[in-house]
Every structure is written in structure tokens, then in C-alpha cells.
């Protein structure tokens, strides 16, 4: 398993959650619609730590998701907060995925990070998936 599997995973798994949002990926171009709602994707590595000694054994590979709802500015945040709940509903601590060669375990989902950001078109509200990829080497 690679950096690739893990994000293709993940991307995999939110379009299967019925979140019904436009979705804005990494180093892709995406230009909004003034007054719908989407979601921007965002990931990042943090660790890779073998777990066991030898030439062969198991890694973990600790990383961030950080899933940006973004709703028209002035508009309230009820909508983005009821995502925000199904989002985290999707992303149980203890809950796995495939990826690859290996699983992704996910560690804690958490709501509203950091405060959430206003600009003169958009309410952000950030949903943050903290997890564990476990694979053999």
C-alpha cells in the first residue's frame, strides 16, 4: 500500500456516503457555483513508522483528512452543521477501510478544528478525520 491507495480509498468511500455535494479535490481546479454548497477535500500525511523490526513487517502511516463544508455566506449555519453530523457519523473512531494491500483505521473525528472561516461569498466549516493506515512492507 502507498500514499496514493490511502487517498484513493478515502475519496472512494465519500462518494459512496450520499453526502450529495459537489466535491473539490487536491491540485484539481474547481470553480464553484455561487449559492451551492460543496465540499473541498484535503490530505495530509503526518507519519510512517515501521512497527515491527526485519525487512518484512507491518507500517503505520498516520494522516488527516480535512474535509471543508463550504455553504453561501449569510445563509446560516444549520445546513453545515447538519452535514457536518452525518460526516462524522461516516467516520466513526474504531471504523476500517480497505486500502490496498492494508486497512485504514479511523482514529477520531472531529467537528469545527479550528473556527470556522467567513468570506464575503462563503461559510466554511471544517470536519477533520484523523486516522491510521496499517499495511506489510
Given amino acids: 500500500m502507498n500514499w496514493s491507495d ?5 475519496e472512494t468511500y465519500l462518494t459512496t456516503i450520499g453526502l450529495e455535494l459537489p466535491m473539490a479535490y487536491d491540485n484539481i481546479k474547481y470553480q464553484s457555483v455561487p449559492g451551492t454548497p460543496y465540499l473541498r477535500v484535503s490530505h495530509h500525511p503526518v507519519d510512517t513508522t515501521p512497527l515491527t ?3 518484512h513487517g507491518v507500517m503505520e502511516t498516520v494522516g488527516i483528512m480535512i474535509l471543508g463544508l463550504n455553504y453561501p455566506a449569510g445563509s446560516g449555519s444549520g ?3 447538519s452535514k457536518a453530523d452525518s460526516l462524522s457519523l461516516s ?4 471504523s476500517s ?9 479511523i482514529d477520531k473525528t ?7 472561516g467567513v468570506t464575503p461569498d462563503w461559510f466554511t ?4 478525520v484523523y486516522y491510521k493506515a496499517y499495511h506489510n512492507y
Fill in 91 to 94: 467516520f466513526l473512531p474504531g
Fill in 6 to 10: 490511502v487517498v484513493t480509498s478515502l
Fill in 79 to 81: 445546513a453545515a452543521l
Fill in 110 to 116: 472531529t467537528l469545527g478544528s479550528k473556527q470556522p
Fill in 125 to 128: 466549516y471544517p470536519v477533520t
Fill in 97 to 105: 477501510l480497505a486500502a490496498g494491500s492494508g486497512s485504514i483505521i
Fill in 53 to 55: 523490526l526485519g525487512s
